[in-house]
């Protein structure tokens, strides 16, 4: 990477603490509606989106942990995922343009299923400890633009009130943690703070200088 991103990522691991320590605090006072358990991945086929500061952590991790054929074979998990992904956003795009609402597009989206490149084959994360907030929140209420989200599985019932995670917040906090770190680095693309890409392409994705906006001395001689 072309800076140092340790401060940034400490923030960022800091944040993934604070999701841990609420998801537990939810599935201690609902034990009986929060159904997750090992091997059940039905969260690893979700679809969201990470910012910057997420796609650059995640890409770091993936990058320290898998080498040579087995990252390749990962690569090509995430490039199947990504052209999925791209083809049913473009795919939703164009139902808005054409007038479709929103919501309704959304909750559509919500429903879709495709398989994180992260899953092995026992459908185990591959970088459990380093997943997205995202997936660390999955199977307890959420709140996304205001409208109230849970896991399809789960214990939870509509029209009852339950503690709830609001995404929004938790999304403003990362992009935060992006502007800080694109202002450090002076980078040139200070729109990258409103960067969002799904897992598989951050981890195809190369995070040099030219992508960050840093500036590239030229040689004098």
């Excluded at 952590?57 to 080498?67: D, H, L, M, P, S």
């Excluded at 591959?126 to 214990?155: F, V, W």
């Excluded at 943690?177 to 981890?203: C, F, W, Y």
Aim: charge should be negative; glycine fraction near 4%; include cysteine.
């Amino acid at each position: 990477m072309a800076f140092d991103p340790t401060p940034y990522f400490r923030q960022y691991e800091a944040l993934s603490r604070t999701a841990d320590q609420v998801f537990e605090k939810v599935k201690a006072e609902f034990p009986q509606c929060v159904k997750c358990e090992r091997e059940c991945a039905d969260c690893c086929h979700a679809l969201f989106d990470l910012t910057l500061i997420e796609a650059l952590y995640i890409n770091e991790r993936f990058n320290a942990r898998f080498k040579d054929e087995e990252r390749e074979a990962a690569l090509e998990k995430a490039n199947r995922a990504d052209r999925q992904i791209h083809k049913l956003k473009r795919d939703a795009y164009r139902e808005l343009q054409a007038g479709k609402d929103e919501n309704e597009i959304l909750n559509e989206l919500a429903a879709v299923k495709v398989r994180c490149p992260l899953l092995n084959d026992r459908d185990l994360c591959e970088l459990y400890d380093h997943r997205p907030i995202t997936c660390r929140l999955y199977g307890i209420p959420t709140s996304i633009g205001g409208l109230g989200r849970t896991c399809a599985l789960s214990g939870f019932e509509g029209g009852k009130s339950y503690p709830t995670v609001d995404i929004d917040k938790i999304h403003g906090r990362l992009q935060e943690i992006s502007g800080e770190l694109l202002r450090d680095i002076k980078s040139q693309n200070i729109k990258l703070v409103d960067l969002l890409m799904p897992l598989s392409m951050a981890l195809m994705t190369d995070f040099d200088a030219e992508f960050l906006g840093l500036q590239i001395e030229e040689d004098a001689s």
